[in-house]
């Protein structure tokens, strides 16, 4: 049984910066990706970034040069550093986990909101 558990959302001004953590508790899968999805009222879901167990990273062009992803493998937890935040970045974030053979989501998180103000 594997559990993803994500905190760090909440309020800030645009300029500012917040860091999502998404910690895995019991077996997850031994080679795979985690990241994060958002998704805003009205929008399709996007795909923020993820990485892989070795640290390779991958983001969404809107996000890039803003936001970082990494991991702390001891802790079995990923996080998501998000700076100079946009109100455009306000959103409900997910975490998520994959495997490599897998061809669907594994695991999500419980979602945290994000919400930047102007």
């Known amino acids: 049984q594997g559990q993803l558990v994500e905190s760090g959302g909440g309020l800030v001004q645009a300029g500012g910066s917040l860091r999502l953590s998404c910690a895995a508790s019991?077996?997850?899968?031994?080679?795979?990706?985690m990241g994060w999805y958002r998704q805003a009222p009205g929008t399709q879901r996007e795909l923020v970034g993820f990485?892989?167990?070795?640290?390779?990273?991958n983001y969404a062009d809107s996000v890039k040069g803003r936001f970082t992803i990494s991991r702390d493998n001891a802790k079995n937890t990923v996080f998501l550093q998000m700076n100079s935040l946009k109100p455009e970045d306000t959103a409900h974030y997910y975490c998520?986990?994959?495997?490599?053979?897998?061809?669907?989501?594994?695991?999500w998180g419980q979602g945290t909101q994000v919400t930047v103000s102007s």
């Open positions: 998520y986990a994959k495997s490599y053979e897998s061809t669907q989501i594994n695991y």
């Open positions: 019991g077996y997850i899968f031994s080679g795979g990706v």
């Open positions: 990485i892989t167990t070795i640290g390779l990273t």
